[in-house]
């Protein structure tokens, strides 16, 4: 099978006992790496994530979710999964991580992380290994691997931000979600020397007040640093099917496939395709996982 990232082997893994999800292995290309973030709640981070998710893997490409929110497993919520395990299970060795991925739709994989999170800054070096040595059979799995964090500014998001090769910050055209985003990239450029970002913008009536809000960021940052970097990915519009699809757990490209927000999903993955962090070739997945355990 050949495809723009190379030549795939097919390979079957078993996941939660069960064998028959298939993942095509790439010879020679690294995932991209990939945190969504946002400074505060209430944007549509983890709807995004999803919808996004499945907008890739129609354009062809395989995608692993990490859910990173600690303990509210809303990933699996907006899929209307019911995870057995999750990555605390990983940390103990009671499973394999294959036995802990569990299937979403259109063949996303989804890694449920949990209360699991919080036990990454609480690792023995026997433990870091064995993450370390799971993580390294995913790398040639996928071309993407997305991480939902948390919303906010505690060390456990900073450092989901920080391990990632690229970080897609959500924002709204309200004054506080502005504000919270500013926040966040201050800190991580100031405190972690983080210097790239990438914008949505979430819930907007038009394209015009979508780039109000990158040009209010962009001023924002200014501030802090010449050498800071935002690109603008774009935005998805505000639609009553968006919240309508999120409350009957099921993504609106699959529920409503033709509305102005699923459209905006197509969109975005192509856009998101279409960039690049010119210069990075440390966006393997095993990398990505020395990075998060370092930083604790």
């Not at 999964?81 to 739709?105: M, Q």
Request: one cysteine or more; glycine letters at 10%; a negative charge.
């Amino acid at each position: 099978m050949v495809n723009s990232v190379g030549i795939f082997n097919e390979k079957v893994h078993e996941v939660n006992g069960a064998k028959g999800v298939r993942i095509y292995s790439a010879v020679s290309a690294f995932p991209r790496v990939v945190s969504v973030t946002s400074g505060k709640g209430g944007v549509g981070k983890t709807n995004i994530v999803g919808n996004l998710a499945i907008a890739l893997r129609r354009l062809g490409k395989r995608v692993l979710i990490l859910d990173g929110d600690l303990g509210l497993a809303n990933i699996d919520i907006i899929f209307g999964l019911s995870p057995a395990y999750n990555i605390r299970h990983v940390i103990s060795g009671e499973k394999d991580l294959a036995e802990v991925i569990v299937e979403g739709p259109e063949g996303i994989l989804i890694i449920p992380a949990g209360s699991g999170v919080h036990e990454l800054a609480h690792l023995t070096n026997g433990q870091k290994l064995n993450l370390l040595n799971e993580f390294d059979t995913l790398d040639g799995d996928f071309d993407i691997f997305l991480i939902d964090t948390g919303a906010g500014i505690s060390s456990n998001i900073i450092y989901f931000n920080i391990a990632a090769q690229e970080r897609i910050v959500v924002a709204t055209c309200e004054p506080s979600s502005i504000r919270s985003a500013s926040a966040l990239m201050e800190i991580m450029h100031t405190q972690h020397g983080t210097r790239r970002f990438k914008l949505l913008v979430n819930m907007v009536n038009d394209e015009e007040e979508a780039r109000s809000v990158f040009e209010d960021l962009t001023g924002s940052l200014e501030r802090f640093g010449k050498d800071m970097s935002l690109e603008y990915l774009g935005f998805i519009l505000k639609d009553d099917n968006f919240q309508r699809a999120a409350r009957e757990q099921c993504p609106v490209l699959q529920r409503y496939p033709e509305s102005a927000a699923s459209k905006g999903f197509c969109e975005l993955a192509e856009r998101f395709l279409a960039s690049s962090e010119n210069g990075l070739s440390d966006g393997n997945i095993k990398f990505f996982w020395r990075k998060l355990i370092s930083c604790h």
